[in-house]
């Protein structure tokens, strides 16, 4: 079973960049789509970026032209790029597969926080 453990997270004054890593313990070569999701205080757990196997990209609009996503199936690593960030991206983030038909855990997140 895979197992993801994110990491990247901080603090960052308004933008700012931050650059997310998402390990996985097995190979994520079978998961055609993976995705990094976050949740801030209060608020539903969003998506907010995508990539397949092939490396097509999708982005939620609140993070368009800021955000960048990238993965390498060899080395089972996920990425998030996340530059000119803004206070309202403060939310703990996570990777998980997207609509993949079993069910992968959760990881820990990491922490974001946009803070002047």
């Known amino acids: 079973q895979v197992q993801l453990v994110e990491s990247g997270g901080g603090l960052v004054q308004p933008g700012g960049s931050l650059r997310l890593s998402c390990a996985a313990s097995?190979?994520?070569?079978?998961?055609?789509?993976m995705g990094w999701y976050r949740q801030a205080p209060g608020k539903q757990r969003e998506l907010v970026a995508t990539?397949?196997?092939?490396?097509?990209?999708n982005y939620a609009d609140s993070v368009k032209g800021r955000f960048t996503i990238s993965r390498d199936n060899a080395k089972s690593m996920v990425w998030l790029q996340m530059n000119n960030l803004k206070p309202e991206d403060t939310a703990v983030y996570y990777c998980n597969a997207v609509n993949y038909y079993a069910r992968v855990p959760w990881g820990q997140g990491t922490q974001v926080t946009v803070s002047s």
């Open positions: 990539i397949t196997r092939g490396g097509r990209e």
């Open positions: 097995g190979s994520i070569f079978s998961i055609n789509q």
